[in-house]
């Protein structure tokens, strides 16, 4: 599933209390593609990168030492990620029968976009749909919408 195109240059890092188990679910339920794993002592994740289409994520097993920990240790979320995928009612199907919470239905959103929402076993709260940032974005004064 990786494009040929290159990778973005954001590249969101998500703490798993099992993510070795995390890898493994993100791969069959979302369709990432396991790109590298870096094993650490006691079966701990120390890196990994994951990816679908152009976007990269990693995900890695907690470092409370650095204050990184799952969502189940912290009680819950302050960030969703946003996905590309050119079928969002396709990839519903496949997540929902591995498994994801879906927590909103597929749907067409008001700024011409179509996806859905939905929470993995450890709490991340996820986005896939075929919404791409920049399109109403003006070239001539940046943060403004086109005209």
């Known amino acids: 599933m990786t494009s040929s195109r290159p990778f973005g240059d954001v ?3 998500l703490i798993y209390d099992d993510a070795q188990a995390a890898i493994a679910w993100l791969c069959r339920a979302f369709g990432f593609e396991q790109r590298l794993v870096v094993h650490g002592l006691h079966d701990r994740v120390e890196h ?3 990816a679908i ?3 990269v994520v990693m995900v890695s097993s907690p470092k409370p030492e650095m204050g990184r920990l799952s969502p189940r240790a912290l009680g819950g979320v302050s960030h969703a990620l946003s996905i590309y995928v ?3 009612d396709a990839h ?3 997540a ?3 498994g994801a919470v879906v927590l909103r239905e597929v749907q067409d959103e ?3 976009a179509r996806g859905y929402m939905a929470r993995d076993p450890e709490g991340h709260l996820w986005y896939f749909g075929t919404y791409r940032p920049g399109a109403d974005w003006s070239e001539d004064t940046p943060g403004e919408p086109a005209a």
Do not use: I, Q
Request: net charge neutral; proline share 10%.
């Open 11 to 13: 590249y969101p890092s």
């Open 92 to 94: 519903c199907r496949r």
């Open 53 to 55: 289409g152009a976007a």
């Open 86 to 88: 050119a079928d969002p």
């Open 96 to 98: 929902r029968l591995a």
């Open 110 to 112: 008001e700024y011409g």
């Open 48 to 50: 990994s990168e994951l």
